[in-house]
């Protein structure tokens, strides 16, 4: 079956690193998210706020101007000269002329019977004419009056007036009626020049600059732009409500504006039922609304960037003696029974995790060097208890010579010497003379004895490098490796046998042996050949008499 793959491993470090920066990234988005949410709300509030106030001021200028306007053609028609309706006087005309010249407002300014027919007029426009019919004349016959903006395409071609390029000359009436003793004698009107009194209202709405790509638009009851001209009679305000100051809203243009909608105060006499409506584009608008939340972002970030790398830092402190003590740990497990321990960390579980890798060190090698002492003890002692069973395997447990077996081998090695280097060697086999006499005579344990005796001899007349074994029940071989010479091996052997003779044993005093001697030849195949021929010359001397040596060369063939 398939492993899982292990996850990536990260060290402690980036953990920590990536948790706390995270977590304090997340934090710092949402506190500054929040507090920007809250300065944004109140900011465009403020904002909103402020745009309405300059509306408000506005549609205040533009009231006060037509209150003015209405209030001097009220004082002209109540004038005396005005009022006696005497409309051949010349001062009339001069008090016209004079309103005309010194404010520049005024369009045409003229005075008419009570029937409607024009009776005195400022460069005599209209002099003369039936006004009868006009709303002017028939709500100033009643009252002080201002009219809304109107074109009069026939009064523009006869007064000289500069308006902006596209614009269309355009004008507001104001009319008051002239009575004597409380009777109507005929009414004071003033054509007003709207795009004057507009501009008068535009410069002290910009006069500070302070709403910078703002505009200001006039819209009249039904919701229909009076001015800027060239967007007159749009439909501007559909659906907007008289409770709301200001708001953010997209218009035709596709572009979101903060817009405030100001009433304008009605007149002494008229309640013309204007608004004041002025949109700002929401980057100017809210611009510092835009910055501090940039701000609040910024520092959100900064803020999560420096406990990330506090975190770091934090982290790279206690890392580092973490790290340090896993290269200890390191150097413990590749066998460094001395590893240098990092100075403490003044953290406490660090430290105390150093000092238990200390101690455990310390246990793991006390009973490592326990486990070394009792390993070489075991070993000395299989060791020994193999030596006792390759002794006890190799030797003959009765005369403590090698046994059979490891004559045996012997032979074996000596003949691949032989074979690898040309070596001989001599071999003689030793039978005690009439031991049976003896076992009968003195007893089995008296044969051991005597048996026991008998190897001591033969070892003692022999090299260290000569080996002896018991090759079966009286019987010895002796192999002489360096003697490859059989006339030498003979003297040996006769060395022997007289020492043999010479000793005393228990019990039977003396002893006597028969021996055969051989050396090795190139015709032997194995150490079993060279044994028969050893064994054949033992026979020889048996029958020969006992208590004597006999050699039989390498040449000597066995009987077929
Ligand atoms: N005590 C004792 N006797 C043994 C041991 N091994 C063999 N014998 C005896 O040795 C005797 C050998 O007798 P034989 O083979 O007849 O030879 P011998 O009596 O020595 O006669 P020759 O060799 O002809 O001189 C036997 O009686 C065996 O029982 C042994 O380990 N201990």
Redesign the pocket.
């Known amino acids: 079956m398939a492993q899982k793959r292990p996850a990536r491993l990260r060290g402690f470090r980036a953990h920590l690193t990536l948790w706390l920066g995270g977590l304090s990234l997340a934090v710092m988005l949402a506190v500054g998210y929040y507090l920007g949410k809250m300065a944004t709300v109140d900011l465009t509030l403020a904002q909103g706020e402020a745009l309405y106030g300059r509306a408000q001021a506005a549609a205040l200028q533009l009231s006060n101007s037509l209150k003015e306007r209405e209030l001097e053609i009220g004082l002209l028609s109540q004038a005396p000269h005005v009022a006696r309706g005497h409309w051949g006087d010349p001062d009339i005309q001069a008090s016209l002329d004079r309103r005309r010249i010194t404010r520049p407002e005024y369009a045409w300014v003229a005075v008419t019977d009570a029937r409607g027919t024009v009776r005195q007029a400022t460069q005599d426009v209209l002099l003369g004419e039936d006004m009868s019919s006009r709303t002017w004349f028939q709500a100033g016959r009643h009252g002080v009056f201002v009219g809304d903006v109107h074109e009069a395409p026939e009064l523009a071609q006869l007064l000289p007036y500069e308006v902006a390029d596209g614009e269309v000359m355009r004008f507001i009436d104001v009319a008051a009626p002239i009575r004597r003793n409380g009777t109507l004698v005929g009414v004071a009107v003033a054509l007003v020049h709207w795009d004057w009194v507009w501009q008068t209202t535009q410069r002290a709405f910009a006069v500070d600059g302070a709403s910078p790509a703002a505009e200001l638009w006039l819209v009249d009851r039904d919701g229909s732009v009076l001015y800027p001209s060239h967007s007159a009679g749009l439909q501007v305000l559909p659906g907007w409500p008289r409770t709301v100051r200001h708001q953010v809203a997209r218009w035709d243009d596709g572009r979101r504006y903060l817009t405030s909608v100001a009433a304008v105060p009605p007149t002494h006499g008229t309640e013309l039922g204007w608004r004041v409506l002025v949109r700002q584009p929401v980057e100017y608008a809210l611009a510092d609304t835009w910055a501090l939340r940039n701000q609040l972002i910024f520092m959100g970030l900064l803020g999560a960037l420096l406990i990330t790398w506090v975190a770091y830092r934090t982290a790279s402190r206690m890392a580092v003696p973490l790290e340090r003590l896993t290269a200890v740990a390191r150097q413990i497990e590749a066998g460094n029974h001395a590893p240098v321990f990092p100075p403490p960390a003044n953290v406490l579980e660090i430290d105390r995790l150093s000092q238990s890798l200390r101690s455990m060190t310390q246990t793991l090698l006390a009973h490592e060097h326990e486990l070394e002492q009792k390993i070489r003890q075991r070993t000395e002692a299989l060791e020994q208890a193999n030596a006792e069973l390759e002794r006890r395997a190799t030797t003959d447990p009765?005369t403590g010579v090698h046994n059979r077996r490891r004559l045996q081998d012997k032979l074996d090695e000596l003949m691949r010497i032989r074979q690898r280097t040309g070596r001989e060697f001599a071999l003689l086999i030793a039978?005690?003379?009439?031991?049976?006499?003896i076992?009968d005579g003195f007893g089995?344990d008296a044969?051991?004895r005597v048996?026991q005796a008998f190897a001591r001899v033969l070892q003692a007349q022999t090299r260290a490098t000569d080996f002896v074994a018991r090759y079966g029940?009286?019987e010895f071989v002796v192999v002489l490796p360096e003697t490859p010479d059989l006339a030498t091996a003979a003297q040996v052997a006769e060395k022997i046998r007289q020492a043999v003779a010479a000793s005393t044993f228990p019990m039977v005093q003396t002893v006597t042996l028969?021996m055969g001697v051989t050396v090795s030849g190139a015709l032997d195949e194995s150490p079993d050949t060279i044994l028969k021929r050893a064994d054949r010359a033992l026979y020889r001397a048996?029958a020969a008499g006992?208590n004597r040596v006999e050699a039989v060369p390498s040449t000597d063939a066995a009987p077929s």
């Open positions: 009765l039978d005690v003379d009439h031991f049976k006499a076992n089995h044969g051991d048996l029940g009286e028969s048996k006992r």
